[in-house]
């Protein structure tokens, strides 16, 4: 892996629009960066029937979680889990999906409404910050095209091509000129935390924990750097859907697609799960600290009991896993399955989903 990669930025509704109001204000701004498979036992991952259908049974089983090897501190120290077996979507959740659950509760996304600071620590001075009546409407985060890296200004960073957009939610991905009439087989995004815990309840099912995501991910196999093995292309053939080209100018879609991919467009990993390096972002039920691996339990870890995340402390932040379509090896290179990100638990973004799994035989 390159280690003069673009450090990863979280990008959050609530940073953004702190840092817009920073900006406005002439305030110092702070900008954050980001900075094993197992032994399992053996079984068939058997498609699940019933309430289990869709997703893929992975056994039991114990893995080294991490990476000793990262350029990012908070894959460190690689440690030893043992988890309990547990049923996995073998997808992520759909627009299609998602859809009936809208239709069948009429739940409304914190995308369809106007944003508030509610991952906010009350300790957070950033509370005191006015949203800019520009953005104090519905909307989420976007990616605007650059023509250039000229295009980049040194004093925004990231912020330079991340975009608050007015509009933007699971239905209209880009904005409000956008639409998913055509793309019910893509994962759902622009899904905040909080929202897929409500999929979750109505679904019967739960987020996993991110020693799940992991041990999944990993597929069986021990101490590789994807799903598939160590080699990003074997045989010159693409195993997800990530950024190619100059980042973040120009994606070539050498893999097929730029932007989300339908679910299910490359070969699965050893347990069967499609999709689980790339395409979109996953919640992971865990608070996000960067030194939890020095104390993880080894048996079914749930995560630590509160958030700290030193770039932001005053934010709420939850585990992403997986990666996206924005991925790059000049970037956060998030498709590794050590890779770890963190979000603001009551937002998300163009390259943000969900998949779900039942804790139960």
């Known amino acids: 892996m390159k280690k003069n990669v673009l450090s990863a930025v979280t990008f959050l509704v609530a940073a953004f629009l702190l840092v817009m109001a920073a900006l406005r204000s002439g305030s110092e701004i702070t900008r954050p960066v980001d900075s094993a498979a197992g032994d399992s036992e053996s079984a068939a991952n058997s498609p699940g029937e019933g309430r289990f259908a869709g997703m893929v049974w992975i056994p039991a089983g114990s893995f080294l979680m991490g990476s000793e090897e990262s350029v990012f501190a908070d894959e460190m120290p690689a440690h030893r889990v043992r988890l309990d077996g547990f049923w996995m979507d073998r997808t992520e959740v759909t627009n299609g999906q998602f859809a009936e659950f809208v239709e069948a509760t009429g739940y409304v996304t914190l995308a369809e409404k106007p944003p508030e600071f509610r991952s906010l620590q009350s300790s957070s001075e950033a509370a005191a910050l006015p949203i800019l009546p520009e953005f104090d409407v519905p909307g989420s985060i976007c990616s605007l095209p650059l023509s250039s890296r000229e295009q980049i200004d040194p004093e925004q960073g990231a912020y330079s091509w991340w975009r608050y957009v007015p509009g933007a939610n699971w239905r209209h991905p880009e904005g409000p000129d956008s639409s998913i009439d055509d793309r019910m087989e893509h994962p759902v ?173």
């Open 189 to 361: 995004v622009h899904i905040s935390w909080l929202d897929a815990m409500e999929y979750c309840r109505w679904a019967g099912k739960e987020l996993p924990s991110e020693a799940q995501w992991e041990f999944a991910a990993r597929g069986g196999e021990s101490g590789k750097d994807y799903p598939w093995g160590n080699q990003l292309t074997p045989a010159g053939e693409w195993h997800g859907n990530i950024w190619q080209g100059e980042f973040p100018v120009r994606d070539t879609a050498a893999d097929g697609f730029a932007g989300t991919a339908p679910v299910g467009s490359f070969p699965g990993n050893g347990y069967g799960l499609l999709d689980i390096s790339g395409n979109v972002w996953e919640w992971c039920a865990d608070y996000y600290r960067p030194d939890y691996y020095s104390q993880s339990p080894v048996n079914n870890p749930a995560g630590p009991e509160s958030s700290y995340d030193p770039q932001e402390p005053g934010i709420v932040k939850r585990v992403q896993r997986g990666g996206s379509f924005m991925c790059s090896d000049q970037y956060c290179v998030g498709y590794r399955v050590a890779s770890r990100m963190k979000g603001e638990q009551d937002t998300g973004a163009f390259h943000t989903g969900f998949r779900c799994v039942i804790n139960e035989r």
